[in-house]
């Protein structure tokens, strides 16, 4: 068939080539002596190719186009490669129970917070809703794992939706994943649900790792519905891994994103550290018309994946007039521990820019650049932002260099230090767990001086949360303290550490517990929970002690007047 229509076109063509050189008309035509005859084009086609060994002349393209048809001769392009979508319906987990709670958290809050047990499970189980909400946020805060069932259970039979999302926080905060089938079942079909039921599902799954959310999470964000793009990038950054990373890589591609949306795909790219994204990583971060925030967190991204040959793009990077691209050059610098990364983190402290100096005095403080302890020391001193030298206090205690630890002591123990600085000072101290003969020392004097009460309270909550024979004889200073707030945290002390010496103090303050009394003595109320008595009887004794001596106080009143009528 095309050999046909091809010949066609060329005799056709080459007749009105001819016409066009004659006289128009009939019977004007001349005839022309006879030549040789031309032979025909040879036309061979094999396996559909069409080779053609002579050229003709054509004397319009569109004719030839409309008489032998174009898709003839037109190359075929090759077909683009589908991009793979990972989006889809997730499988939902099976369902399961909380884990198990340890056996020495409990007995820890069983410690310090006794009065829980009598309580909490009859408000999770009949409380009113704000009365729940309340317990839940305590419970959430202390991380108390001691009714883990109670609350799994009420998630199961609520119908207030606040009380759902606040379990959804507790399991998160506790980081049991017993409700990630719940969480993906509401990222498979959102739409019914308030967002900020699916923004705590989000939450949820970041902190369960739950990789079955995956093709939920794509299609969410390929639904283009913007309500949930930065719940659903975020989670993917948490949960995915290489095929993520490259599926937010091709996502990047297109047109209709907007700055912010750029912004959070290549902060994702950078958590996922996948090294199928480096090149196009690099190239981001060393485009100086690029977003700044695309090239702060590209410059993060390529330090965190470790290449060699990402050091030296970051080390010309830290040059660049942008503050903010340095502070990220110096979170990516810090994933390199060798000389040159060091001086560079070094160099951070001297930076004009407060957020700079603080980046390179957490990366110090996390690869242990002990060299660098004299400038922390100056900053600490020096530096015009409180924060800073904030920071440098931490930082100092966390390196335990001899230099470091003098200062640090020297804080505590010098008459001219602000009470401030000194607490500020104990903190970290604790925290390492040195400097505890020194700061008692320091507490002993508040005691004497209710004018430094505030720092007296402030050293009592730090020594508060650690177990330390050196604190028993504070702790007990505190008890026979006669501010009820010194009292209190003394019973904090002895609470941490159960210190013997404390024993005769502490139940001499719980024998006072009456919950029948009109002015209840709280502090003695929590005394005795905290040693374990049964309140209840306790108080049912004092109830008895007490109308007793009343019922003698009458009858001798009686008696009494009795004996004036004889």
Known sequence: MKKSTLFLAITFLAGASFA?????????????????????????????????????????????????????????????????????????????RPKS??????????????EANEKNADILKYGLEE?????????????????????????????????????????????????????VMVLNDPYDEKNSTVNACFSYLQMAKTKEAVPAICTLLESDNEEYFTGAIETLGKIGGSREAVYITEYLEREDLTVAQRQSLVRVLGQLHALETYDKLVEYAQDSDENA????????????????????????????????????????????????????LIQGLKDSHYKVRQESIIAIKENDVKEADEYLIYRAKNDPVQAVKNDCLDCLAKLNTSKGNEYLLSQITEKKVPDPQRARVAKVLLEEGRGANEIVELCKETVKDDKRKQLRYALGKEMAKYENPAFADIALEFLKHKDTSTIGTGLDIWAKGRYSNCNEAVNELADKADLTAKNKNQLAIKAAR???????????????????????????KNGAGLGDVE
Request: proline share 5%; glycine share 4%; net charge negative.
């Open 101 to 114: 709670p340890d056996s020495a958290k409990v007995e820890e809050l069983n410690n310090t917070d006794p």
């Open 293 to 344: 925030f695309v090239r702060m967190y590209s410059a993060e991204a390529i330090g965190v994946m470790e290449k060699p040959e990402a050091q030296e793009i970051l080390a010309d990077l830290f040059e660049d007039t942008n503050p903010n691209l340095r502070q990220y050059v110096i979170k990516g610098i810090s994933h390199f521990k060798n000389s040159e990364a060091n001086e560079i």
């Open 131 to 183: 009365d729940i909400s309340e317990l839940l946020d305590t419970m959430t805060k202390k991380k108390d794992v001691r009714f883990v069932n109670e609350v799994y259970d009420l998630f199961q039979d609520t119908k207030s939706v606040a009380i759902r999302e606040k379990i959804l926080n507790f399991f998160k905060t506790i980081e049991d994943p017993c409700l990630e089938d719940y969480a």
């Open 530 to 556: 905290l040693l374990g008595r049964d309140l209840e009887k306790q108080s049912e004794q004092k109830e008895a002690e007490r109308k007793a001596a009343e019922d003698a106080k009458k009858a001798k």
């Open 20 to 96: 066009q050189e004659g006289e128009s008309g009939f019977g004007q035509i001349e005839i022309a002596p006879s030549e040789p005859a031309i032979p025909e084009p040879e036309i061979s086609i094999e396996s559909s190719e069409i080779s053609i060994e002579e050229t003709t002349v054509i004397s319009s393209s569109e004719d030839f186009d409309a008489i032998s048809g174009a898709d003839d001769f037109s190359i075929e392009e090759e077909p683009r490669v589908k991009k793979e979508s990972l989006a889809g319906v997730s499988d939902v987990p099976n369902s399961k």
